[in-house]
């Protein structure tokens, strides 16, 4: 679902955010990129999505190489990966509804086919009576779920979660983990970045790794038990 | 059909929430616009009454009378003949000595002092209408070649001509001031939208993010610039017929010069200066757009921190 091929990226000024990384991640796969602050997690998430050209290497996207895709089918990428970011990026002036509508709206999906869509990913995020209420009127537990309704609306084959609990206490984590989970479930490709140690230990996953841009270690955690298209 | 409707509706929104920048720009555009509008409409007037002093005779040729100074009978209507086959000439009316009469008793009406002539020495005399006013040099040239049965010529194409010129003066001049005034409109509305852009990047950015290509991104700003020029177009024109409607019932009376203006005119231009509103809209929104959408092509500006 997700390769990279020694991807390097380096930024103006010299600094190495990755360095000659390869990664080959299977379609409903649950990978953690975890490191220390720094060690090139945000930035392979940025790869991913096109955000960032790389320096060097190539990167395939559900069968695509995206380091040649040009400027303007960018935008078609990013309809098939859903991202969740630590700060959410929800619109401030567009209630719960709409927020999750809108990923729906840029596909260009008529409003008869939106509404039942949106109240379904609603429904699995727990946010169904609150549909009516703006982001400000939330907790950031809630903010975060209906970020993941919106990476998750349009059921996109992959989504990218850049530290989706940095903001979040331990109980609203496992509550974002437990979604996260339910979306893997479908058949649903997941990385994630993270230094949250207690989340991957407790999510038994596979891990990969990184330091100062390099990956240090790329292992299935025991115990684990792969459980796609379920 | 349903995208459309979600664009305009965007549109809408935004214009709500900034009502300010908004109220800035429809004001830049109506003040520019006036202006370029209410120099039309002035040039307008002055074409108007240019056209209505065409409309009257152009050259006047006092004649000799007829059996007299060497003038044989007959001449009067040979002259008038020969007058008529001649390119430059519209129309040609004859006035005999009676009708000179008539007018002169007309245009002195009232001064008892001057109505008491010998009717007899009043000149006959054909008026003449030019096909185009800028004959008239020609023109009077042959008529004062045609002694002895012209006895002088009178032309009042030289009052006319200086009206022209001050008339291609002003369209010089309000053409170049609708250019300047409406590129000023244009840069206006680049910058509001500039601004309505940069007060809602993270917008921008999460419509990015969410995969909504830059036609789509821009589409409710092309929109949000589009109104703004018709509303300060539809403004400027409103104003200006507001004014020049009023001058002209106020000047009703004023004889030597007409200020009234047709509907149709306003019409006409009206619905070209909301046009131009809409383009310089759309020009000015594309202008706004276009560095900050090159620029950020990524939605990374915002992205957390953290390598």
């Known amino acids: 679902m997700i390769r990279l091929e020694n991807v390097t990226k380096v930024y103006e000024g010299g600094t190495v955010a990755a360095n000659n990384v390869s990664l080959d991640i299977q379609k409903g796969e649950f990978v953690f990129l975890v490191g220390e602050s720094g060690s ?45 970011f630590q700060d959410y990026k929800l ?9 999750v509508a809108f990923a729906l709206e ?19 995020v727990g946010l169904a009576d609150k549909g009516e209420r703006y982001p400000r009127q939330l907790s950031g537990g809630e903010q975060q779920r209906v970020s993941v309704a919106r ?19 331990p109980k609203t984590s496992v509550g974002i983990m437990k979604l996260l989970d339910r979306i893997n479930r479908t058949g649903t490709t997941i990385v994630m970045a993270t230094h949250d140690h207690a989340i991957v230990d407790a999510m038994k996953r596979r891990v990969v790794a990184l330091e100062d841009g390099s990956v240090t270690r790329d292992e299935q955690a025991a115990g684990y038990e792969r459980r796609p298209e379920e | 059909m349903s995208r459309f409707f979600f664009l305009v509706r965007e549109a809408l929104t935004n214009l709500k929430r900034n009502l300010l920048v908004v109220a800035g720009a429809v004001l830049a555009v109506f003040i520019s616009l006036s202006l370029a509008f209410g120099a039309l409409v002035v040039n307008e007037v002055l074409r108007v009454n240019t056209l209505a002093w065409q409309d009257g005779v152009h050259v006047i040729a006092f004649l000799n009378d007829e059996n007299s100074a060497g003038v044989p009978p007959g001449a009067h209507q040979t002259l008038i003949d020969e007058v008529e086959t001649w390119d430059e000439v519209e129309t040609v009316a004859y006035f005999d000595k009676n009708d000179a009469w008539i007018e002169y008793q007309r245009i002195f009406e009232g001064q008892d002092d001057l109505l008491d002539i010998d009717p007899t020495i009043l000149p006959a ?51 170049g001031m609708a250019v300047v005034l409406g590129m000023s409109a244009v840069v206006l509305i680049a910058n509001t939208i500039r601004l309505a852009i940069y007060a809602r990047r993270d917008e921008v950015a999460v419509m990015k993010l969410v995969g909504a290509s830059n036609w789509f991104i821009r ?39 007409r200020l009234d203006v047709t509907n149709q005119f306003f019409f006409r231009w009206g ?6 509103g809409a383009l310089a809209g759309v020009i000015g929104s594309l202008l706004g757009l276009s560095r900050y959408l090159r620029d950020a092509e990524g939605v990374g500006a915002d992205i957390p921190a953290g390598v």
């Not at chain 1, 619109?91 to 927020?99: D, F, I, R, S």
């Not at chain 1, 840029?106 to 699995?124: C, F, H, N, T, Y």
């Not at chain 2, 017929?241 to 009376?253: K, V």
């Open chain 1, 106 to 124: 840029v596909l260009g999906r008529p409003a008869s086919a939106i509404k039942p869509q949106v109240e379904q990913v609603l429904d699995l």
């Open chain 1, 91 to 99: 619109l401030p002036n567009k209630t719960v509804t709409e927020n």
């Open chain 1, 151 to 169: 990476s998750f609306v349009n059921r996109p084959p992959i989504v990218l979660c850049d530290e989706p609990t940095g903001n979040l206490d």
């Open chain 1, 40 to 84: 090139g997690k945000s930035t392979l998430i940025r790869l991913m999505l096109r955000d960032e050209p790389v320096t060097r290497g190539t990167i395939w996207v559900a069968g695509k190489d995206i380091t040649t895709l040009p400027k303007w089918k960018i935008p078609y990428l990013r309809r098939s990966v859903g991202t969740v």
């Open chain 2, 219 to 257: 589409v409710p700003f092309l929109l949000e610039g589009m109104i703004e020029g018709v509303l300060g177009a539809a403004l400027a024109v409103f104003t200006v017929w507001l004014g020049s409607s009023r001058l002209a019932e106020a000047t009703q009376s004023f004889e030597l010069f």
């Open chain 2, 125 to 175: 005399s054909i008026r003449i209408e030019l096909i185009e006013i800028e004959f008239h040099n020609s023109v009077q040239f042959r008529l004062e070649q045609q002694t002895p049965v012209v006895r002088e010529v009178n032309t009042a194409a030289e009052e006319i001509e200086q009206l022209q010129n001050l008339s291609s003066v002003l369209n010089v001049l309000g053409l």
């Open chain 2, 271 to 276: 619905l070209l200066f909301l046009l131009f």
